[in-house]
């Protein structure tokens, strides 16, 4: 088939559009299937969920982009994530979940690669932007702030004035972010937003708020005793006003559906579909029926 | 001022409070001249084989250990907020279980150089105050102290396996009923739950924060109990299991609603072993809200 373009292939026309500046030494990889297979399609998600992977099945996409690993863990020696306990391929193995989404990628000749540190590189910033767009931000950009935080790929925005309250509701509708968090008094007027797509480490909320020119900081996903407690002292100090919490799957969803976009930029062979995973949540209690 | 019997006992121990009364000091205890040092000390001394001398975690963490201690605040973790309450009450040891400066080993770098850092550290050096943790050693004592104190407050105890304090088998409920007991005696409103509420569960496990411990705990019981996991890995794993069609769920609390009973615990513990020295609960609470 003269058309035919393999899974390898497509990897090296994405390493050729991010071009010289492609790092080395990343996480990122074939993670299952054949590299030489043939592309019938391809779907961008922030992590390879089994839903995620049902549904290229059923749009006979073959190969599978995705910013996390297929298995819940690191797969290789680059640590991206902070884990609180790496399981072991000996307690994966036995699995049932982990059996089921094997023989599923198997069965269905599914390819997984990895991109994830060269896509949140990228300079038109596209994983942070797209966030930014779905909580209406992006408009309000203080570019200059932003600029200054280009390297944990967070940005600083100057909304029209809002209650906390009100901030977390359109964070919730915008990022379909039911399980989202708060802290913070809801009363709070605030308007200086500091934004970060997924997992916020103690160094990067305090390089977000270090120039004291931010009320809010919204992430995805905060440790408990390192950024989380970093905010509450934050807000104790009267130095901010409240921080938000999304959900980590909610905060990514944007931007891997924006890699799907990227993509189809300069890969117009075949389908390219972005899937929002949405939370793993099903439900909180706390929220009243 | 109307003061109770046993608050002027209490606030006798702090000769400025009482001095501030225009009381005079009455009668100090020999423990209340004592260092936090000597405290600490006799606390490893007190739990035995369970202190962990080589542990980073249980360690000062700010102050001059060698400071007089005029009472003591027991918490789940020393933020700022923790901290100020402990100084309003006369209370200048703080003894927390969680980190003080933001790493699970309080690391210096990176927040040596952060304005925040400086504010903290200032106000617990001007006001004469100490930090010092206790997280492994107390999580070593026998029967370990944070899952029975869970299991007491949800009035699991019977529930419990004493073989594992961790391990509980109810009668057959659906996951929401479960969940509705666990919310009604947890103060957070920080609870997020994957799994079918209409699923029985006959069988419960408390998994830490470890993706490895939840997928074990999935595969031989009901469900779990996480107080703070990450969600790449350990809320995915949750997910996937669903969509496997396996059974099973995960209730995901937060990390402060799952030890700060257990810290009363503490506080009950220090007062049945270090009488004479005055300690009080403060609470942490996460102030975590939803919509």
């Known amino acids: ?289 | 001022m109307h003061i109770t019997r046993r608050e002027f006992g209490q606030r006798s121990l702090f000769t400025g409070a009482a001095a501030l009364l225009g009381m005079s000091a009455g009668p100090v205890f020999a423990d209340a001249t004592m260092t936090a040092q000597q405290i600490a000390d006799k606390i490893s001394s007190i739990m035995g084989p369970a202190w962990s001398p080589a542990s980073y975690r249980d360690t000062f963490k700010m102050g001059d250990p060698n400071t007089a201690v005029q009472g003591v605040a027991s918490c789940f973790m020393s933020t700022f907020d923790v901290i100020k309450r402990a100084h309003e009450k006369g209370l200048n040891f703080v003894i927390t279980h969680e980190p003080t400066i933001w790493t699970d080993a309080d690391l210096l770098p990176p927040a040596q150089n952060d304005p925040l850092y400086r504010l903290k550290l200032e106000y617990v050096n001007d006001n004469k105050m100490i930090v010092w943790r206790t997280h492994d050693s107390w999580h070593k004592m026998q029967p370990e102290p944070m899952n029975a104190a869970q299991n007491k407050k949800l009035g699991w105890d019977k529930y419990a396996l004493a073989s594992d304090l961790r391990t509980c088998r109810f009668p057959a409920l659906p996951l929401r009923d479960v969940v509705a007991q666990y919310v009604e005696k947890t103060p957070t409103e920080s609870v997020r739950v994957i799994g079918n509420p209409d699923g029985v569960v006959q069988s419960l496990t408390r998994c830490g924060h470890s993706c490895e411990q939840n997928i074990e705990g999935l595969e031989k019981c009901d469900a779990t109990v996480s107080i703070e996991v990450r969600e790449f890995e350990t809320a995915e794993y949750g997910r996937d299991l669903l969509a496997s069609g396996g059974k099973g769920a995960m209730i995901i609390a937060s990390h402060e609603s799952g030890e700060e009973n257990g810290m009363e615990s503490f506080t009950n513990w220090f007062k049945e072993h270090l009488p004479g020295i005055h300690i009080e609960f403060v609470p942490t609470t996460d102030r975590l809200w939803t919509l």
Request: hydrophobic share 40%.
């Open chain 1, 1 to 289: 088939m003269a058309t035919s373009l393999t899974a390898d292939a497509v990897v090296e026309r994405i390493r050729s559009q991010v071009s010289k500046s492609w790092m080395g030494g990343t996480s990122e990889g074939f993670q299952c299937g054949d590299l030489g297979a043939t592309v019938t399609g391809i779907v961008t998600a922030w992590t390879p969920t089994i839903e995620a992977l049902q549904k290229a099945i059923s749009l006979k996409h073959n190969l599978m982009i995705s910013m996390e690993p297929p298995f819940w863990r690191e797969s290789g020696t680059v640590r991206t994530e902070v884990s609180m306990g790496t399981p072991s391929m000996k307690v994966l193995e036995a699995s049932s979940v982990y059996q089921y989404k094997k023989k599923l990628i198997d069965d269905h000749g599914l390819v997984l690669w990895r991109f994830n540190e060269n896509y949140r590189a990228l300079p038109s910033n596209p994983r942070l932007n797209a966030l930014a767009r779905s909580l209406g931000y992006q408009a309000h950009e203080n570019a200059a702030a932003t600029q200054k935080l280009a390297t944990i790929g967070a940005g600083v925005y100057a909304i029209p004035e809002t209650s906390l309250a009100d901030l977390a509701k359109k964070a919730r509708d915008g990022a379909n972010a039911k399980a989202l968090r708060v802290l913070g008094d809801p009363k709070e007027k605030v308007k200086n937003v500091a934004l970060m797509p997924g997992y916020m480490e103690n160094e990067d909320i305090m390089a977000m708020v270090r120039d004291r020119n931010v009320d809010v900081v919204v992430c995805g996903e905060a440790c408990e005793w390192e950024a989380f407690e970093y905010a509450e002292d934050w807000i104790t100090a009267g130095w901010g006003k409240g921080m938000i919490m999304l959900g980590r799957a909610v905060s990514e969803d944007p931007g891997a559906q924006e890699l799907a976009a990227w993509i189809r930029s300069f890969i117009t062979e075949v389908p390219v579909t972005g899937i929002a995973v949405g939370e793993p949540f099903s439900y909180v209690p706390s929220h009243k029926a």
